[in-house]
């Protein structure tokens, strides 16, 4: 974990993969770890420039979708840094899919047709598109699991009125279709993600990453169909083959279960993953950094000075 200090630091919380310093009362810096989650539990050993590769994904969406609605990054200068405006979140992911796969395949193969409210059709295949993107909300827990819920109780609970239902429900189909049409464009299909969002006084900001390995799945377009048709499992470039490793190892985050060892050439396979993700995504050529904590702190520094968010 990192451990910086900035000036007019006033907090700091470590996520699962995530380092966050509040500054004031208005900023944060966030550091992206190399740490990796799965089962909503942190394995126990960190991914070679996952914590870049994620970061530099975020900002590249960021900038994408920033005419979609506001969000909250303002700088990026650090490889694994990014410094923006402090929300205050709704304690709720938003998470939309376009295809049946995943935690929503794992439910309808078990005979569900119901996820979060939302009915499922009958006669669908693993990997198969809905014939309309879905919305399947999870509670975003402070510790363990994250639980699915639906829009009614969200609105029921108090999570979010339902005129910031409506805004929040717009806002994430918009930037679901603009991030399957950025993948697209690079020969993917955006099959899941999730988004979170925040208030500052009564505007709604996107918060967090988008559209990265961690928040979504995407598959190569070309063969898709073929592979549907024949039922070959598909090629895809997610966290999830990650999960499917330690599931096939025993492992799913239940109590007495054991992370499974993980090996060197494990690690360097899911570095190698998240940089093809990268490139695939963004078109761009990945560049590894690896500056030095002291070099991260000044570039910090010197950002918050500029935003004004330090005098």
Known sequence: MSSFQ????????????????????????????????????????????KGQVLNQ???????????????WLMDVPAPNVSVGKRCVPFRIEMVVRGNVVGHAWRTYSSGNRTLCGVT???????????????????????EGHDEDISKEAIIEQGLASAEEWKVLEAYTLQLFHRGKE????????????KYEFGRIGDTIYLMDEVHT???????????????????????????????????????????????PDMSDEWI???????????EKVTGKNFIPEKPGEKEVEQKVIASLAKLGAVS
């Open 268 to 278: 360097d396979t899911i570095s190698k993953r998240y940089i093809e993700l990268y």
């Open 6 to 49: 900035f000036p007019s630091q006033t907090g700091i919380y470590h996520g699962k993969v995530r380092d966050v310093y509040s500054i004031g009362l208005d900023w944060l810096v966030m550091v992206a770890s190399d740490r990796i989650s799965a089962f909503d539990v942190i394995l126990p050993r960190p991914i070679p420039f």
């Open 120 to 142: 499922m059709p009958e006669g669908l295949k693993e990997n198969d598109f809905f014939p309309e993107p879905i919305i399947t909300p999870s509670t975003k827990a402070a």
């Open 182 to 193: 950025i993948a697209a464009a690079q020969g993917l299909i955006l099959a899941d993600t």
């Open 213 to 259: 390995p961690d928040s979504s799945r995407y598959f190569y377009a070309d063969g898709f169909e073929e592979r549907q048709a024949s039922g070959e499992k598909q090629k895809q470039l997610s966290k999830e083959f990650v999960r499917e490793w330690l599931i096939a190892n025993h492992f799913m985050g239940k109590e007495g279960q054991t992370v």
């Open 57 to 71: 994904i975020a900002a590249y969406m960021l900038e994408a979708t920033r005419d979609i609605c506001p969000n």
